[in-house]
């Protein structure tokens, strides 16, 4: 196939505008917010963006004093911008690291600092606070208001008499760091309450934290307490993620408390009983790739094929279900694998509570070239405190088949600006026929032509409903031109027909436009509807109206009305009539809410196509 040289030399500039384009970079980084709560996470978005697409691996995650670092997530946009006719593309690679605070304060976040192709990239510094969580003020209510929660045993005594304390109580006394702990709440009272609010929660160093369980009713049952009966009541279950060891302080609980008094209500603040964490520290010799997972886990891995065609991807999964710390720990890096690009790890978690559940890690495994490959089991560890040790899996290896793609694989980068619009050489180039250029086949441009008039008709009927749907009053009035035009056209050929349906054609098409054009009511008498015309139509087009309908009405309705001569006469007044109204284009328009100009000028020629009557 003999290629026109000219047209070679017009890609050039294209080719050149893609060389220069494809230099041009930004990193810019970011927090997703920069107040957080002790219970929220920290996200640090670093973003690349560029003319052509990035195979980059994701820079390192920063470390931040008195943050704890989880997770990175990554993804990837494209867009596409068209502007006097020339197209530019840019694409943009986006990474979400993920961090858990461990005290209040005002934090500065340092900037990531990486290389792409030898050039320093860097972005400025960025800043934190971390709060109190916000108070909870929504008060929890007795589950039944109207019943006494204590019953006959407190029949006849004061309601205000008694007392009422919050209670801090550890589901286990110590822990390693890491190990969530849950710190459950509870309202002990011998009083009448009615309700309780959360006023503040003050934390401590040394952990992070995050809310288990918060019952929106006081659902109450009978304990003893120093040898005193009380009813107790959950207010709300924390779990606690310890950060270093030693004895740590949970956090202290004020809430208030409502009850019944003889005759009012009384309100009473109360604190929580400080009580104390014992935190053990990770004994030594962490297995290497240990990420921070500390809990009771089981572990399995899976692949998705054992035999797949060049292009192809391999989807690698761990799946880890227990119960531990999966806010805490990160997923473990794929082991090292030559001819194969292997993507960040995706976490899906599936948890019935913070603490417990299943977390499912995909590695998505491209290969680079076809043959037989052994792809390495994955291997994970975590601190078992069951057993009080470490704990390793560690994968079987995969046995994977990598067969060349079929020739239709070849051209899924076609389309991909930054991929070279060539084919492997697998076949020889005498068994490819020429095939002619579509552009030269007539039915190319007959098929371009009706899509393009495909395109015009559905703008208009577009634009039809939009401006019916925007603007009522203006689609009536434009649509009256159109009915105008429709019922003289119909009057004219019964005109010629001699037919004495003339009248009636004639009749009902100039009412039908008035009520469009000018809001009138339909089904009024002669005099009335032109009463409602008079200052919204000139007095002597009112009286021409007037005219011409009483015509119509003899001619319909009187003996000998519709002769041949008047017939004729009343055709010339019809369309003395309508040139009038066409000649008029400065009408005020005063629809049923209120007046207002006429935006679309009154021309029966120019609202049919320019078609006369």
């Known amino acids: 196939?003999?290629?026109?040289?000219?047209?070679?030399?017009?890609?050039?500039?294209?080719?050149?505008?893609?060389?220069?384009?494809?230099?041009?970079?930004k990193v810019s980084s970011y927090v997703a917010e920069d107040q957080i709560t002790l219970s929220d996470q920290l996200q640090v978005v670093l973003e690349i963006s560029s003319d052509s697409r990035l195979q980059i691996d994701a820079p390192p995650a920063l470390k931040i004093p008195f943050f704890s670092y989880r997770n990175m997530r990554n993804s990837s946009s494209s867009e596409m911008n068209i502007f006097n006719g020339s197209m530019s593309r840019s694409y943009?690679?986006?990474?979400?690291?993920?961090?858990?605070?461990?005290?209040?304060g005002k934090f500065s976040i340092p900037g990531f600092q990486?290389?792409?192709?030898?050039?320093?990239?860097?972005?400025?510094?960025?800043?934190?606070?971390?709060?109190?969580?916000p108070s909870s003020r929504a008060p929890q209510y007795n589950f039944n208001p109207y019943v006494d929660p204590y019953g006959a045993?407190?029949?006849?005594?004061?309601?205000?008499?008694g007392e009422s304390l919050i209670l801090c109580q550890l589901q286990t006394p110590a822990v390693?760091?890491?190990?969530?702990?849950?710190?459950?709440?509870?309202?002990?009272?011998?009083?009448?309450?009615?309700?309780?609010?959360?006023?503040?929660?003050?934390?401590?160093?040394?952990?992070?934290?995050?809310?288990?369980?918060?019952?929106?009713?006081?659902?109450?049952?009978?304990?003893?307490?120093?040898?005193?009966?009380?009813?107790?009541?959950?207010?709300?279950?924390?779990?606690?993620?310890?950060?270093?060891s030693g004895r740590l302080q949970v956090p202290t609980l004020t809430g208030m408390v409502q009850f019944s008094g003889t005759y009012s209500f009384l309100n009473k603040s109360v604190d929580s009983q400080p009580a104390w964490l014992d935190v053990r520290a990770l004994p030594g010799g962490?297995?290497?790739?240990?990420?921070?997972?500390?809990?009771?886990?089981?572990?399995?891995?899976?692949?998705?094929?054992?035999?797949?065609?060049?292009?192809?991807?391999?989807?690698?999964?761990?799946?880890?279900?227990?119960?531990?710390?999966?806010?805490?720990?990160?997923?473990?890096?794929?082991?090292?694998?030559?001819?194969?690009?292997?993507?960040?790890?995706?976490?899906?978690?599936?948890?019935?509570?913070?603490?417990?559940?299943?977390?499912?890690?995909?590695?998505?495994?491209?290969?680079?070239?076809?043959?037989?490959?052994?792809?390495?089991?994955?291997?994970?560890?975590?601190?078992?405190?069951?057993?009080g040790s470490y704990s390793s899996f560690q994968g079987q290896p995969q046995q994977l088949a990598v067969k060349p793609s079929n020739v239709l694989s070849y051209f899924s980068g076609l389309l991909q600006s930054d991929r070279p619009m060539t084919m492997n050489p697998l076949l020889a180039r005498s068994v490819y026929p020429k095939y002619r250029n579509f552009s030269a086949s007539f039915w190319f441009w007959l098929v371009f032509a009706g899509c393009l008039a495909s395109l015009a008709v559905s703008g208009w009927l577009t634009l039809e409903r939009r401006l019916r749907r925007l603007d009522p009053n203006a689609y009536a009035q434009k649509t009256a031109n159109r009915i105008l035009n429709k019922y003289l056209h119909k009057a004219t050929e019964a005109a010629a027909a001699m037919s004495p349906e003339f009248y009636t054609l004639a009749d009902s098409g100039l009412i039908d436009y008035l009520v469009k054009k000018f809001g009138v009511s339909r089904g009024l008498a002669t005099q009335e509807l032109l009463a409602e015309l008079e200052g919204k139509v000139p007095a002597?087009?009112?009286?021409?109206?007037?005219?011409?309908?009483?015509?119509?009405?003899?001619?319909?309705?009187?003996?000998?009305?519709?002769?041949?001569?008047?017939?004729?006469?009343?055709?010339?007044?019809?369309?003395?009539?309508?040139?009038?109204?066409?000649?008029?284009?400065?009408l005020t328009f005063a629809s049923k809410n209120g007046g207002g100009k006429d935006k679309s000028p009154l021309s029966v020629n120019e609202s049919n196509g320019g078609e006369k009557p």
């Open 114 to 133: 990486f290389r792409i192709d030898k050039r320093l990239y860097t972005t400025p510094p960025m800043q934190v606070e971390v709060v109190d969580m």
């Open 92 to 104: 943009t690679l986006s990474y979400t690291y993920f961090y858990n605070p461990q005290k209040k």
């Open 286 to 387: 962490k297995p290497a790739g240990y990420t921070g997972a500390v809990g009771n886990f089981s572990v399995s891995q899976s692949f998705s094929e054992s035999k797949i065609t060049q292009g192809d991807a391999l989807i690698c999964t761990i799946k880890i279900s227990g119960k531990g710390n999966f806010s805490q720990f990160t997923a473990p890096a794929f082991p090292s694998l030559a001819k194969f690009q292997v993507s960040e790890p995706s976490v899906q978690d599936k948890l019935a509570n913070p603490i417990e559940g299943t977390r499912l890690i995909y590695y998505t495994l491209l290969p680079q070239e076809t043959g037989d490959f052994q792809i390495p089991g994955l291997s994970f560890s975590w601190f078992n405190t069951a057993t």
């Open 153 to 161: 045993d407190y029949f006849g005594r004061n309601r205000s008499a």
């Open 1 to 25: 196939m003999v290629v026109n040289r000219f047209r070679l030399w017009l890609l050039v500039p294209f080719l050149l505008a893609g060389a220069l384009g494809a230099q041009a970079l």
């Open 540 to 586: 002597p087009l009112v009286a021409q109206v007037g005219e011409f309908l009483e015509l119509c009405q003899k001619a319909r309705y009187m003996p000998g009305g519709g002769e041949a001569a008047p017939l004729m006469d009343a055709l010339a007044k019809l369309r003395q009539l309508v040139q009038a109204f066409s000649r008029n284009r400065t």
């Open 176 to 244: 390693f760091v890491g190990e969530p702990a849950i710190a459950s709440y509870y309202l002990y009272t011998n009083q009448m309450v009615e309700s309780f609010s959360t006023e503040m929660e003050k934390d401590y160093e040394g952990y992070g934290k995050s809310n288990f369980e918060q019952p929106a009713n006081l659902q109450y049952e009978r304990v003893t307490y120093k040898g005193e009966r009380y009813q107790r009541a959950l207010i709300k279950r924390i779990v606690l993620y310890p950060q270093v």
